[in-house]
Every structure is written in structure tokens, then in C-alpha cells.
């Protein structure tokens, strides 16, 4: 099949999409879904989280899986059969995306591909009148981000992502309790994504797996000819900044989500600065000369001011302790106490002497709310809707940009602390940096040879979502885009 132009795509598309936005029901092209017929649902990206959309959406009596989309033939044809064996009926295999997304027969897509993939996938689906389910981070960076929310509205569509802590009564219940005034006033949020990942192995010249279409892989990010710098083909491009945005885009949106609903924060930080490294796998491997394939930090601290409130990020891909009982989650510290998200589907709340003063427990169906706001035509009932996720997925963005314009800048732990003293922050900006230092040295960093990089503080208007007098930052809000994979403009979307 001859794969349509985006310009084919968008003709044949944009008037059945233009025709659901301004219906209050479910249409599929052209006619009323009857209110006890299956959505049809294409599910893009059949790997590891694809695999957890299609169990959930195979366990849902009102939906049906359709499509599978994946550029790795061999992926997508075993999860064909997976399907069929429990759904009863087999679904289209296809690796172009825009091959399902001209179906009109598609209610909804379940995004589940590469970062890089996420918000263009989103952003067709909705222009092809499709609702959404798409995986954190909601975007790769803020442009794309900014124009799936102007998607969403132009086209009427339900948007959600996949940040599921939002449906889980222990967050909801316990973001309630700080809201209430349970532990005070609540102005400092810690994030936390202390996840150990080994190194992803050397940098080298790897082969393209035969199976995978690697200019549909691709897509938006550039075009390696077809060229391979990582060992492992799926899931390690998180660690490569071409493709992914490191653990604190990979992880941490759920926590970043997490400390700003705790914080009440509907809008973007005013500053940012970022301290950090890839470090940590020389000493593992036992060789001075090891190089990484990864290029993303495995630490990384940012420090994001609003103001009157703060939010801190710590990443750490190397062994380290919990702190309050948590490695992936948010301490919130108020003035009669503090709450810890310990798991997603636990939280504690103690005292300013540290007794336990409530619990919050319980996991939800995050699958199952945004059927609830497709099948009602409600977007308002979404618990994770894509301004959450866009807001979200920004900090990790703007936490990055500064990490990558001060990768080259190596500083002595002292002249950190110089630094972080005329940072303004409601943290105690030495004690986070003794800890992160501690946790390298434990690992065996010699941070002498192998400093830390210290990003500049940049400032960030919030409204018009531009650095303040940094072109360099300002580039950084986007990508160099491919012509058949151009994200369009939050104005022309």
C-alpha cells in the first residue's frame, strides 16, 4: 500500500475530525455509535507499554483492538496473535500509523512508541477525529507539547496521559489532604527517581534489527542512515537524547505530576537550574576509558523556582538509599509536617515530630476513566488531561535544556556549592548537593577526574513559553524536524 503524504493524510482526515469537534456525541464517520457497540482502538507502539494498553483495553468489555502499529514487523505480528487468542478476533497488523488513522472506523488511538513519537502521534490522531490515550512523557519537548493541547481543542478531542498516579485513590486522597491544610502550608515539593540503571554499553556501530522499518522508527528525530550507536535496539534510545529525555523524562513525569498537583501549580517554573552527569560507569566496567552509549545524565538535580513555591528533582541512576522511605516518589514538606508518596498506590502523611498521622492506599484504572470521558463526551472528567501532561513533561524538558547547555561547564563540588548558595530555593541547596555527592562516591566517582556539569539558571516566561534572552535555551525548545514528520504550530495545527 502507497503510504499517503501528511498532506494526503490531513485531506481525506481533517473533515470527519472537524465533524466530531463540534458534536457532543461519538461519531464514527459520520454515524452515531450506538451506545452498546465496542470502541475500536489502535494501539501505537507494541512493546513493553503497548503490551500493558492492549491487556488493559482487551480486559474492557467496551472496547476492541482493531489495529496493532508497530515499524517492527516481528513485534507487531506476535502481538496480533497474542490478541486474537484472547479477544477472539484478530487485528490489522500495520507499521504506518497513518494506515489506521484513515479509518474512520478507528474510535481512538493508545500511543505507546518512543518518546519522540508520542506528541505527532497524538496530534495526527486528533486531526484525524481520533481521541487519545498517550504514554509520559505527553511530549519530547515544549513546542510539541503546546500544539497537543491546541489539538485537542481546535478538534474537540478526549486527550489523555498516561501518568495513571492520577487515578489512584492513595495520590488523589492524599493530594486532597495537603489541599485541606493537613500538614500546613504546603510551598516545597522533593521529587525523587532513584531508579539503578546499568550502563546501556559501549558506543559503537550496531546493525538495525531486519524486522524494523527504521525510517518509520525514526519519524520525527533524525534520520541515522540507518545507523545504530546503542547495542540494544528497543528500549535504550530513553537514554539517548535524540529519541528520549533520560530518566527524568522517562520516570520522572509521574513524580513531576504528582508535585504539581500537590503544589497547586497550573503553570510553568520562572527559573530553572540543573547540576549533573552521566558518571558512574567506568567505575562499574573498571575501565578509565569506557564510554556509554547513553548520552542523557544518570544524575541529575534540577531546582525549579515559581516564586512563591519549589520544586527540586533528583535523578539518580546509580545505587543510593531511600530517603524517607521512598526512591520513586515526591516528598511534600509543609509547616506541621510532611507526606511521602512512597509507591504509587501508597502515601503517608507524619507530624512535625515525625508520627504517622494518616495513610492513603489504593490503585485505580486510569484505561477505564478515559474510556468513561469518550464514551460521555466529558473531557472535564479526565483525571490526567493533556495540559497536565504538557505542563508536566515541560519541567523535565526545562530541567534538560539547562543540563545541556552546561554539559561542558565541569565544576569542582566547591564551586558548586559557591553556586547554589545565590540560588534561590525553599531547599537547603549544600545538604541536596552532600547527598548527590555522597551517593557518587559510594559508587566509586572520582569526581575530580570526572566532575559534575553545572547548567546555567535560566529564566522563563511562562505565558509565552520562551526563554528569557537565551536563544541558545529557546532552540532547545524544539526539534529539527524531518519534512514528512513535521510537527505543525500550536497555531496552524
Known amino acids: ?116 513519537w508520542h506528541a505527532l502521534s497524538a496530534i495526527w490522531a486528533m486531526q484525524a477525529g481520533k481521541d487519545v490515550y498517550v504514554e509520559k512523557p505527553a511530549s519530547s519537548n515544549i513546542f510539541e507539547g503546546r500544539t497537543m493541547v491546541a489539538a485537542a481543542k481546535k478538534y474537540g478531542r478526549i486527550c489523555q496521559v498516561g501518568t495513571q498516579c492520577r487515578s489512584n485513590p492513595a495520590q488523589r486522597d492524599a493530594v486532597e489532604f495537603i489541599h485541606q491544610g493537613g500538614i500546613g502550608e504546603v510551598n516545597f515539593a522533593r521529587g525523587l527517581c532513584y531508579k539503578r540503571r546499568k550502563s546501556i554499553g559501549a558506543l559503537g556501530d550496531y546493525p538495525i534489527p531486519e524486522s524494523v522499518d527504521f525510517n518509520l522508527w525514526s519519524g520525527p528525530a533524525v534520520y541515522t542512515t540507518p545507523r545504530l550507536t546503542r547495542q540494544r535496539f528497543h528500549y535504550d534510545w530513553h537514554w539517548q537524547r535524540l529519541y528520549g529525555n533520560g530518566d527524568s523524562g522517562n520516570q520522572g513525569p509521574h513524580q513531576f505530576d504528582i508535585a504539581r498537583w500537590g503544589l497547586g501549580l497550573m503553570r510553568h517554573p520562572n527559573k530553572v537550574i540543573t547540576y549533573g552527569g552521566r558518571l558512574g560507569y567506568q567505575a562499574e566496567r573498571k575501565d578509565p576509558s569506557y564510554i556509554d552509549a547513553g548520552d542523557t545524565a544518570n544524575t541529575e538535580v534540577s531546582i525549579f523556582d515559581y516564586g512563591d513555591k519549589t520544586l527540586v528533582f533528583e535523578t539518580r541512576g546509580l545505587e543510593t538509599p531511600d530517603l524517607d522511605k521512598a526512591k520513586i516518589g515526591v516528598i511534600f514538606y509543609g509547616t506541621e509536617g510532611k507526606l511521602v508518596q512512597e509507591s504509587y498506590g501508597y502515601s503517608v502523611a507524619y507530624d512535625k515530630s515525625g508520627k504517622m ?42 530541567g534538560n535544556i539547562s543540563y545541556y547547555l552546561g554539559e561542558s561547564n565541569k565544576v569542582s563540588v566547591s564551586d558548586l556549592e559557591n553556586v547554589l548558595k545565590n540560588v534561590e530555593s525553599r531547599d537547603d541547596n549544600a545538604e541536596t548537593l552532600a547527598r548527590t555527592v555522597e551517593h557518587l562516591q559510594a559508587n566509586g566517582v572520582d569526581l575530580d577526574k570526572t566532575p559534575l556539569s553545572l547548567g546555567p539558571q535560566l529564566t522563563f516566561d511562562s505565558d509565552a513559553e520562551k526563554f528569557v534572552d537565551c536563544d541558545a535555551a529557546n532552540a532547545l525548545l524544539t526539534r529539527q524536524w524531518r519534512e514528512e514528520f513535521t510537527c505543525p504550530s500550536p497555531e496552524n495545527v
Open 1 to 116: 500500500m502507497k503510504k499517503p503524504t501528511r498532506r494526503e493524510f490531513l485531506r481525506t482526515t481533517l473533515f470527519s475530525g472537524t465533524a466530531m469537534a463540534v458534536s457532543p456525541m461519538l461519531l464514527r464517520g459520520g454515524e452515531t455509535v450506538a451506545a452498546n457497540e465496542k470502541l475500536a482502538a489502535a494501539i501505537i507502539g507494541a512493546g513493553g507499554r503497548g503490551n500493558d494498553h492492549i491487556q488493559a483495553f482487551l480486559a474492557d468489555p467496551r472496547a476492541v483492538i482493531t489495529y496493532i502499529v508497530d515499524p517492527d514487523e516481528a513485534i507487531g505480528n506476535a502481538r496480533c496473535d497474542q490478541i486474537e487468542k484472547k479477544q477472539g478476533s484478530r487485528p490489522k497488523f500495520v507499521r504506518d500509523m497513518r494506515e489506521a488513522l484513515a479509518d474512520k472506523s478507528v474510535d481512538f488511538t493508545a500511543g505507546a512508541t518512543p518518546n519522540h
Open 357 to 398: 498521622i494518616k495513610e492513603f492506599k489504593g490503585s485505580g484504572n486510569h484505561y477505564s476513566n478515559f474510556l468513561d470521558a469518550v464514551l460521555k463526551r466529558d473531557a472535564s472528567i479526565l483525571h490526567a488531561p493533556v495540559l497536565d501532561g504538557h505542563l508536566s513533561a515541560a519541567l523535565a524538558h526545562l
